[in-house]
């Protein structure tokens, strides 16, 4: 501690220096406790932080004074007494994991404890912490595990839909409309009715196997796996032009070349989820997409002159944006996984999309 700042009576402000630590050990969000050891191998809480009151559920009265025999719950009292005489013996600071002792269920947590020693080098107490590593895991990471899980469940069963659809349905409406077509050229000009039905008919099955190839493609992009990312980009973009009136310019710069399959396929999605964010939500009448390479790093910008975000998307304070759907969430999460960035930057004149990968130049 700064000496400047503690008068000779060692306090610092209106606080001793007892009063700090306890402010101190109440910051910490790890549980501490203190114990007192006993003859007859009993230990007896002296001390303990609001993080472990707050893990526990127990009252400081509840525990301040207790064996630890009182707290802990009966299956466990040999593997704890076994942990602390181990410290005891060896009177050194000693590190082990456990599953449930005063831990939420499931939980895993990190235990330390430190034997502190008399004059005649007898251990008198037990300084200790647990930590909660499996805290975080469960509020953030166990939501990321799952939604990396479920896009990835998605790709497949996009994928197997996409080749379903193209490789069997496209292929057995074909055979349906050329039969048709058969049928009309033998029996055209018997029955006005018959011929009008038919060539009905043949005109709907093309337009549902043109449907159809568009559904396949747009789950599964053939282009994307056998000619990269520019060319199916390309390809997606002058087909959305098209379908949506939309006028979207792409920008590819030359140098780009083929990238990883999994950085591929996460920049497409993000063109796919942005064009389609674009349409629906924007206004706009145009977009703009540039890829391009800068240093080591891959970058994708979708521009729209769309009236930008719902005002309570973003945060009056950080500009952070929240409420977002599965397809922000989605684009954010295949960037996070690709250890690369997803950002949205949005006013009333528009929003823009970026995406970026770090990627080496060879590394395919
Ligand atoms: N380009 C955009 N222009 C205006 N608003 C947008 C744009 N992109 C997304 N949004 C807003 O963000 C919301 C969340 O988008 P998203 O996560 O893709 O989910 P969804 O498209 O299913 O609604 C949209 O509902 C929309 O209000
Ligand atoms: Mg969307």
Redesign the pocket.
């Known amino acids: 501690m700064n000496s400047k700042s503690t008068n000779p009576s060692g306090t610092v402000g209106s606080l001793t220096q007892s009063d700090l630590l306890v402010v101190i050990a109440n910051t910490v969000q790890d549980r501490l406790f203190l114990l007192q050891v006993e003859a007859g191998a009993s230990f007896r809480f002296l001390c303990i932080n609001d993080a472990f009151l707050k893990g526990t559920g127990l009252t400081r009265e509840q525990v301040i004074g207790k064996r630890i025999d009182e707290i802990i719950p009966s299956p466990f009292h040999a593997f704890v007494h076994g942990k602390l005489q181990d410290v005891i013996r060896d009177k050194t600071t000693t590190l082990w994991t456990e599953h449930a002792v005063l831990l939420p269920e499931k939980h895993e947590g990190e235990v330390a404890v430190t034997p502190i020693t008399d004059e005649t080098g007898n251990v008198v107490q037990l300084a200790g912490v647990i930590r909660d590593i499996n805290w975080r895991r469960n509020e953030e990471e166990e939501g990321r595990e799952l939604t990396c899980h479920l896009i990835q469940l998605q790709d497949e069963e996009r994928r197997r839909i996409g080749r379903e659809l193209h490789d069997s349905t496209a292929q057995e409406l074909a055979a349906v409309g050329m039969n048709i077509g058969l049928v009309l050229n033998r029996t055209e000009g018997g029955d006005t009715t018959n011929d009008t039905l038919l060539s009905d008919s043949l005109a709907i099955i093309e337009q549902c196997n043109r449907d159809i190839r568009t559904l396949a493609y747009l789950l599964h992009p053939p282009l994307l796996e056998d000619a990269g990312l520019s060319a199916a980009s390309h390809e997606y973009v002058n087909g959305f032009s098209q379908r949506s009136g939309i006028n979207v310019t792409i920008d590819v710069s030359p140098d780009l070349g083929r990238l990883p399959t999994a950085t591929e396929q996460a920049l497409f999605r993000v063109v796919q989820?942005s064009l389609?964010?674009?349409h629906?939500?924007?206004g706009s009448t145009t977009a703009a997409i540039r890829i391009w390479r800068e240093d080591d790093r891959v970058i994708l910008e979708i521009k729209?002159q769309?009236?930008?975000?719902?005002p309570d998307?973003i945060s009056a304070e950080d500009g952070r944006i929240s409420k977002?759907?599965?397809?922000?969430?989605g684009m954010r999460e295949r960037l996070r996984q690709l250890g690369g960035r997803f950002t949205i930057e949005?006013n009333t004149q528009g929003?823009t999309v970026m995406a970026m990968v770090h990627t080496k130049r060879n590394e395919l």
């Open positions: 989820e389609g964010n674009v629906r939500h924007s729209d769309g009236h930008g975000l719902p998307m977002v759907g599965v397809g922000i969430a949005s929003t």
